[in-house]
């Protein structure tokens, strides 16, 4: 699979809020992973962390303690994944991710961890 396969099946179209979200969720994830800007160059809302990137649980691991990081407790990707079935794990995007988050914050989550 190449990068241009990324983000390939339909998905809802995104505001500018949105859209902001996604490309911080994106940054945090090449930054927890240690990964470039090219890594893959067309990352974006549809790319499914599983499917896409075949991301492991070590590295799965590392970007929700990054999101906790930079987020707050309430920002637990690692319990939003516990609860999810298999199919919906492996469709599991970026923008799903920036959704959670963006929800657990306006649910008056803690956004005064360290960042």
Excluded: K, N
């Excluded at 799965?60 to 999101?67: E, G, Q, R, V």
């Excluded at 794990?89 to 649910?107: G, S, W």
Aim: charged share 30%; hydrophobic share 45%; net charge negative.
């Amino acid at each position: 699979m190449t990068a241009r396969d990324f983000g390939t099946t339909a998905a809802p179209v995104f505001d500018r809020d949105d859209e902001s979200r996604c490309a911080d969720i994106a940054a945090l994830l090449r930054e927890s992973l240690g990964e470039d800007r090219t890594w893959p160059a067309d990352l974006g809302p549809h790319t499914r962390l599983d499917a896409d990137l075949a991301l492991d649980s070590l590295e799965t691991a590392a970007f929700a303690a990054a999101l906790r990081q930079h987020h707050g407790d309430a920002a637990d990707l690692l319990a939003y994944i516990a609860d999810l079935d298999l199919d919906a794990l492996i469709t599991l995007t970026i923008a799903d991710v920036a959704r959670y988050v963006a929800d657990r914050l306006a649910a008056g989550g803690d956004r005064s961890a360290p960042r």
